[in-house]
Every structure is written in C-alpha cells, then in structure tokens.
C-alpha cells in the first residue's frame, strides 16, 4: 500500500518530492460539468507560496498550476482531474551535509528504516512542499461544493498563536486575516509576532504555531455515528498535514476541566429552528453535524530544519551534531493556513457526496419516495 491517497469518494492523490522537478495530484470522484479554471486554483495557491514576505521561507516558487486531464472547454468531465506543479528554485546542494545524518525532530529517520531509502533533498515527501497539493485540490473542492449547493460552506482559517503569543479572543476579526503577512485575526498582535519572528530567524532556530480553521453553512446531518464520523475525519486530515502533532475539535482538551453542564450546548427551539446557546462541541455532535460552526484547531511544530548544531546520529549509528542549511519556515505555521482550509474543503465535499448517496431523498423526518 501507498497510502498516499486521502478521501472516500473525493479522492486525492498526491504525488512528487521537495527538489524533484514538480509535484502534483490527481483528483478522482469530481463531479462533471464543473466550471473549473487554473485560475480558480492559482488564487489559492499564491496564499501559500514561499517567499511571500520576510517571514517564511525565501526559496522563490510561483507555484503555477497546470491542469493537464478532467477539463474539457472549461468542464469537468468525470474523469480524473491531473494537476501539475512546477519546482523552479530548488538547491540541493544545502542538503549534501545530512545526506547521512538524521535530522533530530524530521522525518530522516524513520524514512531510513521504513524504506531503506529517503530523498535526502528538502525532506522529499516530508517537505511542507507537498502541501501545494493540498490547496490545489481543496480549491476543486471549493469549486464543487459552490456547484452542488446554493449555500455552499464558508470556510475560513487564521493562525491562532505562534509560539506562547496568543491572539486576543476579544479583538478577534475574521475579515483582518488576509491584510497581514501572518492570517492574524487581530491586527494589533502583527508586530508582536514580527519581533518574535525576527528573533527566531536571527538565532537560527524555528518555533511552533496554532492554526483554527472554521466553517459555516455547513447542512446538517454530514457525517456518521461509526466509522465515518465528520470530527474523526477532519482530525485525521489535519493530522496528516507535514508537521501537524495536535488536533482539537471544538473546545478540544479544555472539556477535561468543564462538568457536565458547562460542556453542554442548550437547545431551543425558534420559529420552527433549532438554537443552539453555546458550541463547545465544535458543530459535531456524535459524528454528525449540527448545522453549527464547525471549528478545528491543529498545533505545528517548529520546524527541524534549523542552523543552531542539534546531537543526532549518522545512518551508521555514529554520533553527530546536525545543522541544517537552506531557505527554511522560521515558522512553518504561517503558510498552513490554507493548507488547513483545503483539507476542511476537502472533507466536507467528501461528506456532502456520501450525504447524497444516502440520503438522496432528504434527512431526518422525511420518508423516501414512495413511503408515508
């Protein structure tokens, strides 16, 4: 097994390394007569892109896409979608130095002893690179839900926190996260996170983040109580993003310090609409959604690629000191902002379709076709 694909009827393959000569993925399971164009992805693909500002990595990429299969005058056809990524601005050179030594944190390691063999290049497959991916396909994603509904999901993401720099709840602006370097959602924590970043980058380190990812309008009912539960697959989406070690649904490991009636959402009922009073749950409840705001939040590491000399072993066991070289994320948290709105998109669509094979009819009190 390979176990590079993801979804169950939207399904994503990803494919290509860090320094290889492009990277790409094929999306199987899009609808057909889907207006679709590369602009419709390159937007975001330029959200993610390297070198968007001082404080994310300086190798230059224009991460222009090409869909090269699944599109016929502007239509998806059904078929296979291909799309294509150039890698333009590659320097292997910076890596010659831990071709035989593991990075301590990275994935060099484990890579050796699973396979035998790693591209020791920008981490091959282990590279936030292969994200790109991700985004491309969240934003077929977004095209098609945007399709199939006249209120499709509204998804939107920001980071949360970088380092133990949190952004103030009370200031909290959806709307001021794409007018900063960093998709802050308070404007006056930018320079805070600036000089933190500075810092960070000057010493030759790196430092972690928190990233929250929400979405609206999202139908009722998507999900299942078993083994398709809508929280379980979001976790494991953003989970599988590079460099991701936590995953928290709603108010996540804050519910170990409620009772019971403090974690509870009270419900009424107005003008015929149910009323939530509180979503300490995240808008999943059970697995299944309850037309809440969904809100997902994953903690990054710091990234392992750092100038400051970290003990480690070479491949024959012998103890080193390992420093890495190279234009790398001082905060790789930065750029997975739309990484981690691709993957909610990517999810959701994937419900929406198994929703509709099920319950083509409708939800809840209404029967199928021919039943009273």
């Keep these: 097994m390979s176990y590079n694909t993801f979804g169950r009827l939207f399904r994503v393959t990803s494919w290509g390394e860090s320094h290889g000569p492009m990277i790409g993925c094929v999306i199987d399971g899009c609808p057909p007569r889907v207006s679709l164009s590369e602009a419709d992805i ?3 693909l330029d959200e993610r892109k390297p070198g968007r500002s001082r404080f994310v990595t300086q190798r230059r990429e224009a991460d222009q896409v090409r869909i090269m299969s699944g599109v016929f ?39 050796d002893r699973k396979y035998g063999i790693r591209d020791y290049r920008g981490g091959g497959r282990a590279s936030a690179r292969e994200t790109a991916c991700r985004v491309a396909a969240g934003a077929v994603a977004r095209k098609v839900m945007a399709h199939l509904g006249a209120t499709p999901p509204i998804i939107k993401g920001a980071l949360a926190q970088i380092g133990d720099i949190a952004a103030d709840r009370s200031r909290w602006d959806w709307t001021a996260t794409r007018d900063n370097a960093f998709f802050a959602p308070d404007p006056e924590i930018v320079p805070l996170w600036e000089k933190q970043i500075d810092e960070v980058r000057k010493a030759g380190s790196s430092i972690g983040a928190i990233i929250e990812i929400v979405a609206d309008s999202v139908p009722e009912g998507l ?19 590079n460099g991701v070690k936590a995953v928290e649904i709603g108010d996540g490991f804050a519910v170990a310090a409620l009772r019971g009636e403090e974690n509870a959402d009270p419900m009424r009922q107005e003008n015929g609409k ?20 969904i809100i997902v939040r994953f903690a990054i590491k710091p990234t392992s690629s ?23 994320d001082p905060c790789i948290g930065i750029r997975a902002v739309p990484v981690g709105e691709a993957m ?29």
């Design 42 to 44: 390159q937007s975001y």
């Design 73 to 111: 005058e502007g239509l998806t056809t059904g078929t296979p979608i291909s799309l294509i990524i150039e890698n333009t601005d590659q320097r292997s050179r910076d890596y010659g130095d831990i071709a035989a030594r593991y990075r301590p944190g990275h994935a060099d390691y484990t890579y």
């Design 223 to 241: 999900g299942a109580p078993v083994s398709a539960k809508l929280d379980a697959d979001l976790a494991h989406a953003m989970m599988g993003i």
């Design 274 to 293: 149910t009323i939530f009073e509180s979503n300490h749950a995240g808008g999943i409840l059970g697995g299944i959604c309850s037309g809440q705001r």
């Design 306 to 328: 750092i100038l400051i000399p970290v003990p480690s072993i070479n491949r024959d066991g012998e103890r080193v000191e390992v420093a890495t070289k190279g234009r790398h």
């Design 344 to 372: 909610m998109a990517c999810v959701l669509l994937d419900h929406i379709l198994m929703d509709h094979a099920q319950n083509h009819w409708g939800r809840g009190r209404n029967q199928p076709p021919g039943q009273t």
